[in-house]
């Protein structure tokens, strides 16, 4: 057993329990935890091959709603080759905390994103499939995250609660076994990459049912809202510790990055919990569908 095994079991347990509640949220979990003690190139190989998995299943449970979504979710599954092969050849090169930094820095923008409720329904979803597939393949490869963005404008499509989760299972799934394959081709899976999955999979056989069964007797949306918070504050702690560990910052001003971060998602979760419910075109209000 590794030195941090049981801390990868409970926030794999954690992030599998938001992914089987929201269709999407186990990377966005368990990659900004996961790097405080590990690299993107021992964590991203094994969650690669996990959500393989984890993704088939997504689309296998909703399978009935893909021929309504598949053609929607072309341009960006054909985006997603390039993006792909960048990000892998970026992980193979770049030194491991620069990655980490990186990967916190992409992700803080998208959580806060999603926190703030970002709204605006793209209407020319067909011509810019393919330029989004392409980053989100970028995003993807570099951090096994896809989650906030996709979920940022498949939440503005007008979706249905199945169509939401097949079209997220469609695309993760293409990304996961596109990545998979550029990190076996790259020579990304190592011993310590393998070592890595026996402590996510109990996580993933208790938490996806669980957060499944939770989010019928729960509110999804302010599940979904305190998931971004928790992500946004790890993140913020985990930018303000690289910024430290590179000297880029030698200072404990580097933690002014995580005071900013609180700071603007109290502002947030103020506005949330203050503001009168209201009918949005988001997945949470379409599952009651």
């Known amino acids: 057993m590794s030195p941090h095994t049981l801390e990868l079991v409970a926030i794999t ?23 405080l003690f590990l690299t993107n190139r021992v964590l991203n190989p094994a969650l690669v091959l996990v959500e393989v998995a984890l993704n088939g299943y997504v689309l296998w449970v909703n399978r009935d709603a893909v021929r309504k979504i598949r053609r929607r979710m072309l341009p960006i599954v054909v985006g997603l080759v390039p993006g792909v092969a960048v990000g892998t050849l970026i992980v193979a090169r770049v030194h491991p905390d620069w990655l ?61 609660k199945r169509e939401f989760r097949a079209a997220l299972g469609f695309v993760r799934l293409a990304e996961a076994t596109f990545t998979a394959i550029a990190y076996a081709y790259a020579g990304l899976y190592t011993s310590a990459s393998f070592g890595v999955i026996p402590a996510i999979l109990p996580g993933l056989l208790i938490g996806v049912p669980f957060g499944a069964w939770l989010i019928r007797r729960i509110d999804a949306e302010t599940f979904r809202r305190i998931c971004m918070s928790f992500d946004a504050w790890v993140v913020g702690f985990g930018i303000s510790t690289l910024l430290r560990t590179l000297h880029v910052v030698a200072t404990a001003a580097a933690y002014g990055v995580l005071a900013a971060v609180v700071a603007v998602d109290l502002v947030l979760l103020y506005r949330f919990f203050s503001a009168p419910r209201r009918a949005s075109l988001t997945f949470s209000e379409f599952s009651t569908r």
């Open 100 to 160: 980490k930094l990186g990967t916190f820095a992409l992700l803080l923008p998208l959580i806060l994103l999603q926190a703030a409720g970002y709204r605006r329904p793209i209407r020319s979803e067909r011509s810019i499939g393919v330029p989004f597939g392409t980053g989100v393949g970028l995003l993807y490869s570099l951090t096994t995250i896809s989650g906030p963005p996709l979920a940022l404008m498949l939440n503005n499509q007008g979706l249905a």
């Open 13 to 35: 347990l954690a992030a599998a329990v938001v992914n089987g509640a929201l269709g999407y949220g186990f990377s966005s979990i368990t990659v900004p935890l996961g790097l």
